[in-house]
């Protein structure tokens, strides 16, 4: 279980505002590393960004990888808990959807909720697919990763590379994949939902079903773009994030 001392191991600081009215905390996805929010961070003025770094990976590459969503849920919203000195908005990609929704779970069970949960590029919590990634070789599983295009090409023809990013991101994959909700569990706080119109994993109607998992507000939008459509066409989630907070003053608490 994470202590206070492991703070700046799991949530690493990637944009500053010199008066911020809220935080943005961001979730990767599967083999994914906070970095990877770094360019999309940059956009938001007014806001402290942060990103999620995941054990298993970079810098904690040494470290034991978690066995599920719930797991890596509960460790994060333990560091979370009391950060009450901004207004808290999460964000997540893919598997870092699922984190940021369990840990808005357990944010709500500790008396302090986000202001809003952004799930992107990922299916409704409750809706189970049988997807079988994590099982699948070496040369199946790269191929998996060049469709969804989280990975360059150059850097899925580099063996080092590889050797160092498969393990935590077939790890990844095996939580995401194996991942079951509680059903009927919702968060109170308005859920907004973005994907991409080319997304060859997420469908409409399936990324509509995060609406049975909040009793608050619920809006979807879709992009043009793939699974990772914010690296390139990201303005109208920025938008949408700013939005979120356009009642919240610049001060709280």
């Not at 995941?54 to 460790?75: I, K, M, N």
């Not at 984190?99 to 808005?104: D, G, I, K, P």
């Not at 986000?114 to 990634?133: H, K, S, W, Y």
Request: hydrophobic share 40%; aromatic share 8%; glycine share 10%.
């Amino acid at each position: 279980m994470a202590t206070t001392d492991d703070f700046g191991l799991w949530i690493r600081r990637l944009s500053t505002a010199d008066t911020p009215r809220a935080r943005l905390v961001c979730f990767p996805h599967a083999g994914g590393s906070a970095n990877f929010y770094f360019r999309f961070a940059r956009r938001f003025g007014d806001l402290d960004v942060h990103g999620i770094q995941y054990p298993g990976r970079q810098d904690r590459r040494h470290e034991r990888t978690r066995d599920s969503v719930q797991e890596l849920a509960g460790e994060i919203a333990a560091l979370m808990g009391d950060w009450d000195d901004l207004p808290v908005v999460l964000l997540g990609n893919s598997m870092g959807a699922l984190v940021a929704f369990e840990t808005a779970l357990r944010l709500e069970a500790l008396g302090n909720p986000p202001r809003a949960l952004f799930a992107c590029g990922r299916v409704g919590p409750m809706l189970l697919r049988d997807e079988q990634t994590h099982l699948k070789g070496k040369d199946a599983f790269l191929r998996e990763m060049a469709l969804l295009g989280g990975m360059g090409h150059e850097l899925l023809q580099d063996e080092e590379i590889i050797d160092l990013v498969l393990p935590p991101m077939q790890a990844d994959y095996r939580v995401a994949e194996t991942y079951r909700g509680t059903p009927g569990a919702r968060i109170s706080v308005p859920l907004h939902v973005h994907i991409g119109d080319d997304d060859p994993k997420v469908t409409e109607p399936d990324a509509a079903e995060w609406r049975h998992s909040t009793t608050g507000a619920f809006t979807m939008d879709v992009h043009a773009g793939g699974h990772f459509f914010f690296t390139e066409n990201g303005d109208a989630l920025v938008d949408a994030v700013h939005r979120s907070l356009a009642e919240v003053p610049a001060v709280h608490g």
